[in-house]
């Protein structure tokens, strides 16, 4: 390339034209009449253009003014501009981390970070969670993790356990109790909200009683989730010997717990099964639902492997067994973090989602002053329920001073300030109408107070898919961008949202069921706690023998918001009145 031609395309600054406009003659020595009229006419001239420089240098750049840039995420993504782009999903290579990396030791350190870039990134999008696990809790997951890189797949006691059970299923009917380990082999089962919240569950349960847990990987659990524990996988290995009897397991079955309770058989004997399939799902009966009596633990605590069904979150229920009582006082001082600490132990999204979760945030959330989470779940027959639905939440949003409203006379309306706030809604739903409908409402009208209002919808999938593994990473991932947001609006009954409250430790206000195709009155609520509902609770006295209201034995587990007899926890500080 001519360097000469090259030279002549650079940008000519225009502090340098001027300076050569009234240099120039100075230097020629011919101050006339004409060069004099020549400098002021420069100096006319460029004088707009000073004023402007110097206005942009003294100034940040727009994006960067109050209410339009939050870019905390982005400066931290890139921090001292000495981070590279090289993995392949696009994120940073970083040489500086934050000092939460770890959630506040909930982590164990060693783990490769780019086979999950989540584990150590996802401190970047989240505020740091006021709500510190106890050094106890802390203290029990390192343990369990070395209980579980000693039993898990393909250790030599893993084998040992293995072969028993294998033997017992080719005709002996008991094992004496003599593995050096037990386990808890969580069965594939149901959406992937409810996946979550009973992983979670089972995974408490094998805390309590020094058990290894191992997740069935389904259809796609490998895909969705990092591994959670270092050195050794939590899935259960593809040869396990009775793994394709799963699907055929139901109450009627000879291993079915309740089953073997209700014909009162080896309950009580010497011999212990190999195995006994729990049967916890939302269907279970009576003598399922004994599992949660200490007196039948008797004969689980013996049993090497429990295989569990269940789409319950089965939490509050433990706490309500005085076995374990003392030993969840200790993990769970804040009993309403149960979720939010075990959830962010254990769910790292996998690459795959963890790209389409930052790609979405850093594109539509990160800039925003505020940002609004609204989780629209619909389980109404018949007619469509957009419209009051629609209803409910503006009612809802508006009576709590969520959103603001609009100004439908005026054609412009002016912050206060002069600056005005940017808030970005993020809506999840099956359909596009709920988004459609905001979005266009604050398009053709300015709101009452000058906000701008940016409505955002990652997906509209049409109807649940589950197993789907493009469908159920979708559905991860807005979960998770949910749990970013600042503020949340939840759906009754939904698990969906249940996780997304759970993991950003948020207080949802909880969208009341609509019954008759009618909206609701009041529309929401604030929940009294960030811990997901169980569903389907027991309601049985385990000393007196006889029902009972579970939802007023202790202070610290109540009814839920959302339904009626459902079961939930609560911190002590929060009411007790009943709903």
Not at 479 to 500: E, Q, R
Request: hydrophobic share 35%; net charge positive; aromatic share 10%.
């Amino acid at each position: 390339m001519d360097l000469s031609v090259s030279r002549s395309r650079r940008r000519i600054s225009p502090y340098n034209t001027i300076l050569a406009t009234l240099v120039g003659p100075l230097k020629s020595g011919l101050i006339t009449t004409m060069n004099l009229m020549k400098i002021l006419a420069a100096l006319l001239v460029s004088l707009p253009v000073l004023v402007t420089l110097s206005l942009v240098l003294r100034s940040p750049p727009p994006d960067r003014i109050k209410g339009f840039a939050d870019a905390r995420v982005i400066q931290r993504l890139t921090p001292n501009d000495t981070s590279s782009s090289n993995s392949e999903d696009g994120f940073s290579d970083h040489t500086q981390m934050p000092k939460d990396t770890l959630h506040d030791g909930l982590i164990a350190p060693g783990f490769d970070e780019g086979s999950c870039l989540s584990r150590y990134q996802s401190n970047l999008y989240r505020k740091i969670s006021p709500h510190k696990p106890s050094s106890y809790l802390l203290s029990r997951l390192r343990n369990y993790e070395h209980l579980h890189k000693k039993c898990g797949p393909h250790t030599k006691s893993y084998k040992t356990a293995m072969a028993q059970l294998k033997s017992s299923d080719q005709g002996n009917s008991s094992v004496g109790g003599s593995t050096e380990c037990k386990y808890v082999v969580w069965i594939s089962y149901s959406g992937l909200g409810n996946k979550i919240l009973t992983i979670t569950s089972a995974f408490l349960y094998a805390l309590l009683t020094n058990r290894v847990l191992l997740v069935d990987r389904g259809k796609d659990m490998a895909d969705l989730f990092c591994e959670p524990f270092p050195e050794k996988s939590w899935l259960l290995s593809k040869d396990f010997s009775i793994k394709e009897k799963f699907n055929k397991f139901d109450q009627k079955s000879p291993h079915c717990y309740g089953n073997m309770l209700k014909n009162k058989k080896n309950t009580s004997s010497e011999l212990v099964p190999s195995f006994l399939y729990l049967h916890l799902a939302h269907d279970y009966d009576e003598q399922d639902k004994l599992f949660f009596c200490d007196e039948y633990q008797s004969l689980t605590g013996k049993v090497p492997w429990l295989i569990m069904r269940t789409d319950n979150y089965f939490v509050p229920s433990l706490f309500l067994m005085p076995s374990f009582e003392q030993e969840l006082e200790k993990l769970f001082p804040e009993k309403e973090t149960v979720f939010h600490h075990l959830g962010r132990y254990l769910f790292h999204p996998s690459n795959h989602v963890w790209g389409l979760i930052t790609r979405y945030y850093l594109a539509h959330l990160a800039k925003a002053d505020e940002r609004i989470g609204i989780q629209v779940r619909t389980f109404e027959s018949g007619p469509s329920p957009l419209q009051h639905v629609m209803n409910q939440i503006y009612a809802c949003v508006f009576k709590e001073k969520l959103l603001p409203q609009v100004d439908k006379q005026k054609p412009v309306v002016t912050a206060p300030s002069g600056i005005p706030k940017l808030k970005s809604v993020l809506i999840t739903s099956l359909t596009s109408g709920y988004s459609e409908n905001m979005r266009n409402m604050y398009w053709e009208h300015p709101t009452v107070n000058g906000d701008l209002i940016g409505v955002f919808q990652p997906s509209h999938e049409g109807h649940q898919q589950t197993d789907k593994n493009l469908h159920d990473r979708k559905a991860w991932a807005e979960m998770y961008l949910l749990s970013l947001c600042d503020v949340l609006v939840t759906s009754a009954w939904s698990t969906f949202g249940y996780v997304a409250q759970g993991l950003g430790g948020l207080k949802p206000w909880i969208l009341y069921k609509p019954e008759n195709q009618t909206m609701p009155n009041p529309p929401c609520r604030q929940v009294m706690s960030m811990e997901p509902c169980f569903h389907a609770p027991p309601f049985y006295d385990c000393k007196a023998k006889r029902g009972v209201d579970t939802g007023a034995l202790v202070p610290h587990v109540r009814h839920c918001e959302d339904m009626s007899w459902g079961l939930k926890l609560v911190g002590s500080h929060e009411s007790h009145d009943q709903l």
